[in-house]
């Protein structure tokens, strides 16, 4: 289903893309070189890229039929709880099996689009640093392949265990994880966890990403207040708790998280792995995108649970996450997307994308015309990272006709999407 070629030398690759689709309805050929999209041109405009020679190897591909994107990002994942669903018993959980599980899952999500993850990993508690090892581990081994950002998530940061928590968190950093996370509606003192990690994450000048349902004002208030002005930044998700305040309320909470800088992710697929605040029995509250967008939140989808507990369907897969969001009249289809990959690698601190010369080669290729088309149907799917195709899904349907009666008349050309 997938595949991964990864260049082991160090020159530069060109591609040259055929005749895709823009979201704006332009046919182009786009020239690859590196890392970075070189030229966006009419098609049959640009030169092709020459035979290996000194300075690279080119490689042609013909996208007639594909609408070609920028490539989503995953700002909502738990590598270490993924793929758990279908076990017979509870994980090993060694760093052996979380690594596994953590690759495998990082690749599904490579396969859907996702060219960058960022995985919320628990620390400290029975976890000690064991999942988080795996999943640095698992980063490096996919390194080329996809990005993996590791965000440590500590249980309790304030009380007696709260020292512990606090020092397991500092050596989590030190280890590698690229963000503080945090549960504070499971802490027995929710804003003091809340500050405990903003304090950690100004020291180490890295971002901060907590769950929350965030469905009490006067807590969200005190966390705006302690979070404005705090760089990189702060993220919080999935919010859905938002959504069971009156109006008004909610309003008046978004634009608090407004002020303050704060980015909220959703997750439309309604689970979070494992956490308690988002089981599944709060899976029928949605987060209020419009809502949020309409105060000034900058917001992004992402997926949660990928076939673990709390939801052991989740594919992870970031066109679903726009699907839904443009299904429950969130937004648009095309501000879906944006959620799921513009906005999304806003989160994770990454440069934006644009199908334009200068911008970073992280491109998705579907089959399809328009976005709404590709958010509808898609199931043949090219990846390119760092300017190189990483991963290809193709699809072929054949419609058979078993009916003996020519009367009947059904159709009988095969539908090949590929
Ligand atoms: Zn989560």
Redesign the pocket.
């Known amino acids: 289903m997938t595949d991964s070629p990864r260049g082991t030398a160090a020159e530069t690759t060109t591609l040259l893309l055929c005749g895709a689709r823009l979201t704006d309805g332009r046919t182009v050929d786009v020239r690859l070189s590196g890392p970075r999209i070189e030229a966006v041109g009419t098609v049959g405009s640009l030169a092709a890229p020459g035979p290996a020679g000194r300075h690279g190897t080119g490689t042609r591909i013909d996208l007639r039929g594909y609408l070609l994107l920028p490539a989503p990002a995953e700002p ?1 994942a ?1 590598l270490d709880l993924a793929l758990t669903a279908a076990a017979d018993g509870p994980p090993a959980g060694d760093i052996a099996d979380v690594q596994r599980r953590a690759t495998e899952a990082a690749l599904l999500q490579l396969g859907h689009g996702a060219t960058a993850v960022r995985s ?1 990993v628990r620390v400290g508690d029975v976890h000690g640093l064991r999942a988080l090892e795996a999943v640095l581990q698992a980063r490096r081994a996919l390194r080329g392949l996809v990005d993996v950002h590791a965000v440590a998530v500590p249980r309790l940061l304030t009380g007696a265990a709260g020292a512990d928590g606090l020092d397991v968190l500092r050596d989590a950093l030190k280890m590698g994880a690229s963000a503080v996370g945090g549960c504070p509606d499971l802490d027995p003192d929710p804003s003091g966890h809340a500050e405990a990690v903003i304090a950690l994450a100004a020291e180490f000048g890295v971002p901060v990403d907590l ?1 929350t349902a965030a469905g009490d004002p006067a807590r969200l208030a005190r966390l705006a207040a302690m979070a404005g002005g705090l760089r990189p930044g702060v993220t919080l ?2 919010c859905h708790g938002l959504g069971t305040l009156r109006p008004d309320a909610a309003m008046c909470a978004a634009e608090r998280l407004a002020a303050a800088g704060i980015s909220v992710v959703a ?1 439309p697929q309604g689970g ?2 494992g ?1 308690e605040t ?1 089981r599944r029995g709060s899976a029928g509250l949605h987060t209020p995108v419009r809502l949020l967008r309409r105060a000034g939140v900058p917001v992004a989808a992402g997926s ?2 990928l076939a673990d507990l ?1 939801n052991p369907v989740g594919r992870g897969d970031p066109l679903e996450a726009a699907f839904l969001l443009a299904s429950y009249g969130e937004c648009d289809p095309l501000r879906a997307y944006g959620l799921i990959s513009t906005q999304a690698r806003a989160v994770l601190g990454l440069p934006e994308v644009r199908v334009e010369a200068g911008f970073p080669a992280e491109l998705l290729a579907v089959r399809g015309d328009t976005v709404e088309g590709v958010l509808a149907l898609a199931y043949s799917r090219i990846v390119i990272h760092h300017g190189r195709v990483v991963s290809r899904t193709s699809a072929v349907r054949e419609y058979c006709d078993t009916s003996t009666d020519p009367a009947l008349d059904l159709p009988r050309q095969s539908h090949r999407d590929a």
Do not use: E, N, S, Y
């Open positions: 909502h738990h919320h769950h998700g999935p997750l979070c792995g956490l988002v949660g649970a709390a």
